[in-house]
């Protein structure tokens, strides 16, 4: 069964760090990419960062370039979204997803398979 479970997320002060999970349950990690986008109140899903299907080559958001990290373990079929240096404007529900075909890897649009989410919280 293909399904995918995003853990992690909570409530952390600015400057601190998160470690986002996802279980990717009958994926072959190593021929599909992976991304993690994320979604505010009354704003469009936006992609934070992600693994390319067609060369494993990593893909970063602008604005979280030199603190978010993604990465994955085939073996253990997970998908990790390092974060630090949050601020308020990262807080979101964060969402794991996996695209069978290539593409832009940040674009929402690539995708076929979604988590349900998890949410970050950072105050002001």
């Known amino acids: 069964q293909l399904q995918l479970v995003e853990s992690g997320g909570g409530l952390v002060q600015p400057g601190g760090s998160l470690k986002l999970s996802c279980a990717a349950s009958g994926f072959n990690l190593d021929i599909v990419g992976a991304g993690w986008f994320r979604q505010a109140p009354g704003k469009e899903r936006e992609g934070v960062s992600c693994i390319s299907t067609q060369d494993g080559s990593i893909k970063a958001a602008d604005s979280v370039k030199g603190r978010f990290t993604v990465s994955r373990d085939s073996a253990k079929n997970m998908v990790y979204l390092q974060m630090d240096s949050l601020k308020p404007e990262d807080t979101g529900n964060y969402f794991c997803?996996?695209?069978?075909?290539?593409?832009?890897?940040?674009?929402?649009?690539?995708?076929?398979?979604w988590g349900q989410g998890t949410q970050v919280t950072v105050p002001f």
């Open positions: 997803a996996i695209a069978m075909l290539g593409g832009n890897c940040l674009n929402h649009a690539e995708y076929d398979y």
